[in-house]
């Protein structure tokens, strides 16, 4: 598909995550061949090497910070640069404080220039300073099947527990907590979810949530008993109207909700009120190819509108741009 996009404009926020979010526009498109900006070089803990990249985020200045599962570290890449830096963990897997061990979700607190981190086989977020020479993190939440995490303008942290099959709210340095989604035990219900994955928050404190085993994104409204099924909801499948094991999660400023297809190996764009979506990278079969994944996860955007997504088998991030 061949597309000359308009100029893209930007909603400024001010949040704890991120400057800007991409007004990305309606009819946008993507080139259907990614480029590979972190990884391709296999299996291994070279610095030139992720394994199996899971969520990840896209600074201001197109640095791309990464969560290897297999690697059990966060490591950063600069655009542009052949080599990624470790900026936490690293130390092998373990529950040392200078340890992580198969982290999944990793997000930027820009307030007090930090990493938060879904530090999964240890059951605990850990915060952990970007600033150099630091060599452990804290614990910020224990005893937490956490999966996904995202942050609000109001620096509350959310976090998905998928043995619980729920979402809650913190405040940093409160153990407090408020059910924001699910905690119904599993099950199909609009007040229910099954093993959450990714999650993302917008300005209203809207929840959205890859609601994984039910294949389907749902959206809570702040304060609301009940989910509304906003992509996918009719089966596991590859039909436009459905999602099969949903995990990376964005929301642009339309309301547009974009979706690593995982078991589909795509990424999904579903518009505000729509009944099925476009697949708007990958799609093509599973394979190493530059159109296609394996097995992915965690996707973002910067802030130019180009699209980032961990490949998981493929062992890479891949970045799409935006046309």
């Not at 391709?40 to 640095?63: C, I, K, M």
């Not at 809570?220 to 499948?237: H, R």
Request: proline fraction near 2%.
């Amino acid at each position: 598909m061949i597309f000359v996009c308009a100029v893209i404009f930007f909603a400024l926020i001010t949040t704890a995550t991120a400057s800007v979010v991409p007004n990305i526009p309606a009819d946008a498109r993507w080139k259907q061949y990614g480029v590979t900006v972190a990884g391709g070089h296999g299996e291994g803990n070279a610095t030139n090497q992720v394994w199996l990249p899971n969520g990840l985020f896209v600074d201001d200045d197109q640095t791309i910070v990464i969560g290897e599962w297999e690697n059990h570290r966060i490591i950063q890449w600069k655009m542009g640069d052949t080599n990624g830096e470790v900026v936490a963990g690293g130390h092998d897997k373990g529950n040392r404080s200078d340890q992580l061990q198969y982290p999944t979700d990793v997000l930027d607190n820009k307030e007090s220039d930090s990493l938060i981190i879904c530090d999964l086989g240890n059951q605990r977020v850990v915060q952990w300073s970007r600033r150099s020479g630091t060599t452990q993190g804290k614990i910020l939440i224990d005893n937490i099947d956490c999966y996904g995490l995202a942050m609000d303008d109001q620096r509350y942290l959310y976090i998905s527990d998928y043995t619980k099959h729920e979402v809650r709210r913190y405040q940093i340095g409160d153990k407090n907590r408020t059910l924001v989604a699910g905690g119904h035990g599993n099950g199909t219900d609009l007040n229910q979810l099954y093993a959450p994955g990714y999650i993302f928050v917008d300005r209203q404190q809207t929840v959205y949530v890859s609601d994984y085993r039910n294949h389907r994104v749902m959206k809570w409204n702040k304060g609301a008993k009940k989910g509304i099924v906003v992509a996918g909801g009719q089966g596991a499948g590859n039909a436009t109207t459905q999602l099969s094991l949903p995990q990376g999660l964005f929301v642009d400023t339309l309301g547009t909700i974009y979706v690593a297809d995982k078991a589909n190996n795509r990424v999904m764009r579903w518009p505000k009120g729509a009944k099925q979506g476009t697949v708007i990278a990958g799609g093509n079969g599973q394979g190493a190819g530059a159109n296609q994944f394996n097995n992915l996860e965690g996707l973002s955007f910067d802030r130019h509108g180009n699209l980032y997504v961990a490949d998981v088998r493929n062992n890479r991030v891949q970045r799409f741009s935006i046309e």
